[in-house]
């Protein structure tokens, strides 16, 4: 019998841990097809990480422009509008004087300063940039970052992990009044909607990148002193759970292309290097895209700032893109006058409107508006199920940054082989390539195997331990019995289960920005266990079981994995219903957004699924509607207790 253990390189998840101050390296692509498969996987990864998928619905913006400040070449007004219903946008609106065509728009978002859009000093000034953009015929927007000025609504620190499973979170709802703010520019008469523009320093600077990467009416785009691949932003609001899995600003800057894009950095902070690093790697991009005139790198001899300096050099950027003029020495800065603070501050002096809602109520809303989206993509009938499918499955997927490993994807590392008189087994590791993945793994053989070349995973919550003798080789009761049907069986230690167990260190900043949450990658290593075993010749259909947890881990993984043929969980009396259960034993950022379980199942829908093991607690009405609906009843088992082995094995035999 088989007694030593499978030895190889400790599974690196356990030991690279990526956080905002990691150095990055930018991997080129090598064709323009690899880039625009590469930039639509990571638009869906931003606006699923900031809860925008599927999008919201966007209630009227209800904007009032109020108090006109008159001078002699612009003016100013106070505007604010409603991004969600109660939920207000605040901000200065400056205009050129005079009449005449529809002109073109910059929004202007601002960073970390005391006075967020009212910093005036030498280092950064955003009334200076706000007059000289009106002066050059700009209509400029310059709006509130949460927390700052006239956005009290909510902190600057808001949220924590219970919002963060509904997907919403600061730099979220920032990006989402981005968009809306896109959405206030283009309903005033007098801009252009095809000329619109974006340009903020700082978290400002991520906030234009963010907002260039998922919505294509910015057509121009001047991110300031942000885009590092050593330094990726170091508060909340630039730090959405799951932004950076696998990814890292220059990437996300780089979705921009080929819309003309301008790099201003400076010598004496993190954007020290851009010359040398981030522009070029950003510019191999636009070079496949054919368009390598429209993206320039500038650098200043500076501290952090948006200074004259750097205003004039977006000043000739946008120049010569949205007002076609190459003359720079016209669109040098001119001094200026900046108003005082409560001229500009929205509500001074007066009472937000009596619709304004707080953090409890907005989350409250977000939430049900979240679930009323998912019952409304409830498949009714076919056509349903597919739209289902194309709307839901590619947020699941990005939630949990799981995939189902293509063939040539998947790595072996063979261990040792037995031999007994009514079985063979295995054990060895499997993973991905290039991703450094380890996944202890057994396999079973029957001498006599069924001819419709069966195969089951089985996945426990403890590992592959309990599902065989104290040797760790001999199979237990439901995996023989399995093997007496002619099943190749399969059983895995999934990540931090087993003998895959490890210390793993979560204590670094915005963990979930950059790493994948032990759940997620339990649900990878089922996905990766059922591509080892559709690459088996000996295999042609797989089932799926999963006990204890690992029924939620199980469930998870089928609805991203449509070749499983019958799938039995054990949902081990889990409150689908409850936040705190989620937080407790299933936590992932955004896994509610997504519809959690329910989606899963109804990715899995007309599939079998027995589900078992619910108590009092486990709700499977959604669940038993879609499949109804479906005219799919009959594949659906649901049983109140937990089955036995036996009747486990003999569902699957049905």
């Given at each position: 019998?088989?007694?030593?253990?499978?030895?190889?390189?400790?599974?690196?998840?356990?030991?690279?841990v990526?956080?905002?101050?990691?150095?990055?390296?930018?991997?080129?692509?090598?064709?323009?097809?690899?880039?625009?498969?590469?930039?639509?996987?990571?638009?869906?990864?931003?606006?699923?990480?900031?809860?925008?998928?599927?999008?919201?619905p966007?209630?009227?913006?209800?904007?009032?422009?109020?108090?006109?400040?008159?001078?002699?070449?612009?003016?100013?007004?106070?505007v604010?509008?409603?991004?969600?219903?109660?939920?207000?946008?605040?901000?200065?609106l400056?205009?050129?004087?005079?009449?005449?065509?529809?002109?073109?728009?910059?929004?202007?978002?601002h960073?970390?300063?005391?006075?967020?859009?009212?910093?005036?000093?030498?280092?950064?000034?955003?009334?200076?940039?706000?007059?000289?953009?009106?002066?050059?015929?700009?209509?400029?927007?310059?709006?509130?970052?949460?927390?700052?000025?006239?956005?009290?609504?909510?902190?600057?620190?808001?949220?924590?992990?219970?919002?963060?499973?509904?997907?919403?979170?600061?730099?979220?709802?920032?990006?989402?009044?981005?968009?809306?703010?896109?959405?206030?520019?283009?309903?005033?008469p007098?801009?252009?909607?095809?000329?619109?523009?974006?340009?903020?320093?700082?978290?400002?600077?991520?906030?234009?990148?963010?907002?260039?990467?998922?919505?294509?009416?910015?057509?121009?785009?001047a991110?300031?002193?942000?885009?590092s691949?050593?330094?990726?932003?170091?508060?909340?609001?630039?730090?959405?759970?799951?932004?950076?899995?696998?990814?890292?600003?220059?990437?996300?800057?780089?979705?921009?292309?080929?819309?003309?894009?301008?790099?201003?950095?400076?010598t004496?902070?993190?954007?020290?290097?851009?010359?040398?690093?981030?522009?070029?790697?950003?510019?191999?991009?636009?070079?496949?895209?054919?368009?390598?005139?429209?993206?320039?790198?500038?650098?200043?001899?500076?501290?952090h700032?948006?200074?004259?300096e750097?205003?004039?050099?977006?000043?000739?950027?946008?120049?010569?893109?949205?007002?076609?003029?190459?003359?720079?020495?016209?669109?040098?800065?001119?001094?200026?006058?900046?108003?005082?603070?409560?001229?500009?501050?929205?509500?001074?002096?007066l009472?937000?409107?009596?619709s304004?809602?707080?953090a409890?109520?907005?989350?409250?809303?977000?939430?049900?508006?979240?679930?009323?989206?998912?019952?409304?993509?409830?498949?009714?009938?076919?056509?349903?199920?597919?739209?289902?499918?194309?709307?839901?499955?590619?947020?699941?997927?990005?939630?949990?940054?799981?995939?189902?490993?293509?063939?040539?994807?998947?790595?072996?590392?063979?261990?040792?082989?037995?031999?007994?008189?009514?079985?063979?087994?295995?054990?060895?590791?499997?993973?991905?390539?290039?991703?450094?993945?380890?996944?202890?793994?057994?396999?079973?053989?029957?001498?006599?195997?069924?001819?419709?070349?069966?195969?089951?995973?089985?996945?426990?919550?403890?590992?592959?331990?309990?599902?065989?003798?104290?040797?760790?080789?001999?199979?237990?009761?439901?995996?023989a019995?399995?093997?007496?049907?002619?099943?190749?069986?399969?059983?895995?230690?999934?990540?931090?289960?087993?003998?895959a167990?490890?210390?793993?260190?979560?204590?670094?900043?915005?963990?979930?920005?950059?790493?994948?949450?032990?759940?997620?990658?339990?649900?990878?290593?089922?996905?990766?266990?059922?591509?080892?075993?559709?690459?088996?010749?000996?295999?042609?259909?797989?089932?799926?079981?999963?006990?204890g947890?690992?029924?939620?881990?199980?469930?998870?993984?089928?609805?991203?994995?449509?070749?499983?043929?019958?799938?039995?969980?054990?949902?081990?009396?889990?409150?689908?219903?409850?936040?705190?259960?989620?937080?407790?034993e299933?936590?992932?950022?955004?896994?509610?957004?997504?519809?959690?379980?329910?989606?899963?199942?109804?990715?899995?829908a007309?599939?079998?699924?027995?589900?078992?093991?619910?108590?009092?607690?486990?709700?499977?009405?959604?669940?038993?509607e879609?499949?109804?609906?479906?005219?799919?009843?009959?594949?659906?088992?649901?049983?109140?207790?937990?089955?036995?082995?036996?009747?486990?094995?003999?569902?699957?035999?049905?």
């Open positions: 019998m088989l007694q030593a253990q499978v030895t190889s390189a400790q599974d690196r998840r356990l030991v690279e990526c956080d905002l101050n990691k150095v990055y390296r930018f991997k080129p692509y090598q064709t323009k097809q690899e880039w625009l498969a590469r930039a639509e996987h990571l638009r869906r990864q931003i606006l699923t990480s900031a809860g925008l998928l599927p999008m919201p966007k209630p009227p913006l209800n904007a009032r422009i109020f108090d006109r400040i008159e001078r002699s070449d612009y003016t100013i007004e106070k604010y509008f409603e991004s969600h219903r109660g939920f207000f946008v605040t901000g200065n400056y205009r050129p004087r005079g009449q005449g065509n529809p002109r073109p728009a910059i929004l202007t978002p960073g970390h300063w005391a006075y967020g859009r009212l910093e005036n000093t030498d280092m950064c000034s955003g009334p200076a940039r706000a007059i000289n953009f009106a002066r050059q015929g700009y209509v400029v927007f310059t709006y509130d970052m949460i927390g700052y000025n006239d956005s009290t609504q909510l902190a600057h620190s808001f949220g924590g992990q219970r919002e963060e499973l509904w997907g919403i979170n600061l730099a979220g709802l920032q990006l989402w009044n981005s968009i809306r703010a896109v959405d206030f520019l283009s309903s005033l007098d801009v252009d909607r095809e000329r619109i523009a974006c340009t903020g320093e700082s978290g400002g600077g991520t906030q234009t990148f963010l907002l260039m990467a998922v919505d294509d009416r910015i057509k121009f785009g991110p300031v002193n942000m885009v691949a050593h330094m990726q932003g170091g508060c909340l609001c630039e730090n959405m759970p799951g932004l950076r899995i696998d990814t890292f600003n220059v990437e996300l800057a780089a979705l921009a292309a080929p819309r003309p894009l301008l790099l201003v950095s400076a004496g902070d993190w954007t020290r290097d851009t010359l040398a690093v981030e522009y070029p790697a950003i510019k191999s991009v636009y070079r496949l895209l054919d368009a390598e005139d429209k993206v320039h790198a500038v650098q200043m001899n500076a501290e700032n948006y200074n004259k750097s205003r004039e050099a977006v000043y000739a950027w946008f120049g010569r893109w949205l007002l076609g003029t190459s003359d720079e020495g016209g669109l040098k800065e001119k001094s200026f006058k900046a108003e005082m603070p409560p001229q500009l501050l929205v509500f001074y002096g009472e937000q409107p009596k304004s809602v707080n409890g109520s907005l989350t409250s809303h977000l939430i049900e508006s979240a679930e009323k989206q998912l019952d409304a993509l409830k498949p009714k009938d076919k056509a349903g199920l597919d739209e289902f499918r194309k709307q839901m499955e590619p947020v699941l997927a990005q939630t949990l940054g799981a995939s189902l490993p293509a063939l040539n994807d998947m790595e072996v590392w063979k261990g040792e082989q037995a031999r007994a008189r009514y079985f063979t087994v295995e054990r060895f590791l499997i993973g991905r390539i290039g991703k450094g993945d380890r996944v202890p793994a057994t396999v079973w053989m029957p001498s006599r195997r069924n001819r419709t070349k069966t195969a089951t995973l089985i996945v426990h919550e403890d590992g592959r331990a309990p599902l065989t003798n104290l040797e760790g080789v001999s199979p237990g009761p439901v995996v019995e399995l093997l007496r049907k002619g099943h190749v069986v399969m059983a895995i230690d999934c990540f931090q289960t087993g003998e167990k490890g210390a793993r260190a979560k204590e670094v900043q915005f963990f979930t920005t950059y790493n994948r949450t032990d759940d997620a990658n339990r649900v990878q290593d089922i996905l990766t266990a059922i591509a080892h075993l559709r690459n088996r010749p000996d295999v042609a259909q797989i089932n799926l079981i999963g006990t947890r690992a029924g939620l881990w199980c469930l998870l993984a089928r609805g991203l994995a449509p070749q499983i043929s019958r799938t039995v969980v054990d949902v081990a009396q889990f409150d689908n219903t409850s936040d705190e259960a989620f937080l407790k299933l936590f992932t950022p955004g896994l509610r957004r997504a519809g959690e379980l329910r989606t899963a199942a109804a990715l899995a007309p599939s079998p699924l027995l589900i078992h093991h619910t108590g009092d607690r486990f709700r499977t009405d959604w669940i038993s879609v499949y109804q609906t479906l005219g799919a009843s009959s594949e659906l088992e649901v049983h109140k207790d937990k089955l036995t082995d036996v009747q486990v094995a003999n569902w699957l035999f049905q």
